[in-house]
């Protein structure tokens, strides 16, 4: 599994961003996807994840309603759709690959490079 994210940029307040990563490995499939995020002077946060057959999301409650996890086993991508975007989104995001059904920091064995949001009020 080796995961390039993309698609960060800086937004405006109540603004859409959509980010993509890719699996440029052959196991994509067998994993959980994962989004996370950490902003300045804070701790990783849990922000979405998708089952490995997309059956299943999950989302944190600061996002929820807002973002959507989506991916496409065919093309090893994963998509984390972000409308209504607030300045407290402003993070580095990371999406990951876990075995577990609902990944989390512990069980995400694989992690992607990250990609700056920035959010402007």
């Known amino acids: 599994v080796q995961l390039q994210a993309s698609g960060g940029g800086l937004v405006q307040a109540g603004g859409s961003l959509r980010l993509s990563c890719v699996d440029s490995?052959?196991?994509?499939?067998?994993?959980?996807m994962g989004w996370f995020r950490q902003a300045p002077g804070k701790e990783r946060e849990f922000v979405a994840s998708?089952?490995?057959?997309?059956?299943?999301?999950y989302y944190a409650n600061s996002v929820k309603g807002r973002f959507a996890i989506s991916r496409d086993n065919a093309k090893n991508t994963i998509v984390l759709q972000m409308h209504s975007l607030k300045p407290e989104d402003t993070a580095v995001y990371y999406c990951?690959?876990?075995?577990?059904?609902?990944?989390?920091?512990?069980?995400?064995?694989?992690w992607g490079q990250g990609t700056q949001v920035t959010v402007s009020s």
């Open positions: 998708i089952s490995w057959d997309g059956g299943s999301t």
């Open positions: 990951t690959a876990s075995t577990s059904p609902v990944p989390t920091i512990e069980s995400s064995h694989y």
């Open positions: 490995g052959r196991t994509f499939s067998r994993y959980a």
